[in-house]
């Protein structure tokens, strides 16, 4: 098998774990990392040969995009603090607590390269928790910090993981310079990121073509990380940037075909790149472990050590840290969104999992320093690091859904249900609104009026049925069934069109392209 072929295995992986992780009751992302063990045990299966330079330039922005789609800066606005005391300072803190223990347990490693180790296991992995999170009912509320935490943290954490590596590749460490190399990262990624999306927003206006506008998206990740790291900025923080700058500003309520292909591209990118980089941890894993050259149970040891400190500096800090958050919020009432009991901090600790960015850093250590000597403790490193991943990613990610039922922490449905009611009636009444409108102006029959005002009644109650009485739910149903049978019936006679152009298609001196646009036409009218 050669390294093509082991890409498709892996890509037809990601694809099959989806439905499979739904049947099984287990996240895909820990059955990627399984299946990704199971392949590196194979002996035919040969060792990823991809150039640590290109780890994270090519996993991290997708990954990091798509995860935008799901959040707004609303959101991120609204729970800052929480973000900043879970993205920032506990990576800061983490960071530190690992480098200390490292150093101290490991013969020889040098602060700086502690410091690496610490600053690749600290950021918990925004893919990982999610699609656990995700799949368990939990409330929104979790579920957006660990969101808003795993696009941050990594921001934070890569920064931290460029300058150790400086440090130790170099020889040399200064805390002024640190900080303004952090700054000056922050700073340039954050323009960078800013003047991409605007120039990112007008070429969308002007690219009248979903299938265009789609492709530019794709490039715009790579683009911002890119010329970001180009500029001495953090390729992360670009990418978060522009991406939350192009969900703000670029969102068209009519683009219907745009935002449908937008979104079923990004969900299959999302899909396809976290399996490979899920895959990827579980195939270093072999390659790592076998770095240890007999000394497999010192480097265990070690691997232990560090593992206590990150699982447990975790718990110590969110404690602490969510107790302060509620009575900031308390005091001055403001509109964040935080753990409301210890149940929700407890799922909260167990659900920081290591996975793609502290695969994608650890592999990224340079093999030499700026002497031509080796990178201090790289294999050390590495092992330890692939020992956190496995640790947190397949043993908490097996066992959260099991901690989850036993605290009994569920999502407030009613309060999902409530702002369910609460945006169907708006759906409702903005139609209504809009329709009243169009009658002052234009004289519609009263058939006419009356059906769309029945339209727009039915559109809220698509949305939420609980909007109205059982009188009216009811009478909604009948409907209902006499509209399905209609469409039941189009569906049929669109079908018999679609099947008579596709034979066309094929028939002496058929124009293949004249074909497929009257068939997008058929298509476009059975999606209306």
Known sequence: MDQLALLLVLLLGAVV??????????PPPVLMTIIGIVLALLPFVPNVDVSPDLILPL????????????????????NKRPIFLLAVALVFVTTAAVAAVASAVVPGLPIAAALVLGALVAPPDPVAATAVAGSLGLPRRLVSILEGEGLFNDVTAIVLYHVAVAAAV????????????????????????????????????????ATLQVGLTLLVPFAAYVLAEEAHGSGVLAVLTVALYLAEHSADADDVMGRLAGNAFWQIVDT????????????????????????????????????????GVRLLYLMPATWLAKRLHKLRDYDEEIPVSWRETVVMWWAGMRGVASVALALAIPLKTDSGEPFPGRDEIIFIAFAVIMATLVFQGLTLPWLVRRLGVRADTDAERELLNDLAGRAAKAARHRLREIESVEDLPDDLSERLLRVAFDLGVRISPDIVDDERREGFRRRVDRIKVVQRIQREMMSAARHEILAARSEPGADPELVDRVLRHLDVSSMR
């Open 17 to 26: 774990t989806v439905p499979l992780g739904a049947r099984l009751g287990l």
């Open 170 to 209: 170099s020889g040399t460490f200064s805390w002024p310079v640190a900080v303004g190399q952090f700054a000056l990262s922050a700073v340039v990624a954050v323009v960078m990121g800013l003047a991409l999306g605007w120039i990112t927003n007008k070429l969308m206006s002007l690219l009248d073509d």
């Open 59 to 78: 996993l991290l922005p997708p990954i990091l995009y798509a995860a935008v789609q799901r959040t707004s800066w609303r959101q991120f606005t609204a």
């Open 272 to 311: 396809l790149v976290t399996g490979i980089a899920f895959g990827l941890i579980g195939l270093e894993l072999h390659q790592a472990f076998g770095t240890g050259d007999g000394r497999g149970g010192v480097l265990l040891g070690w691997s232990a050590a560090v593992v206590g400190v990150v699982v």
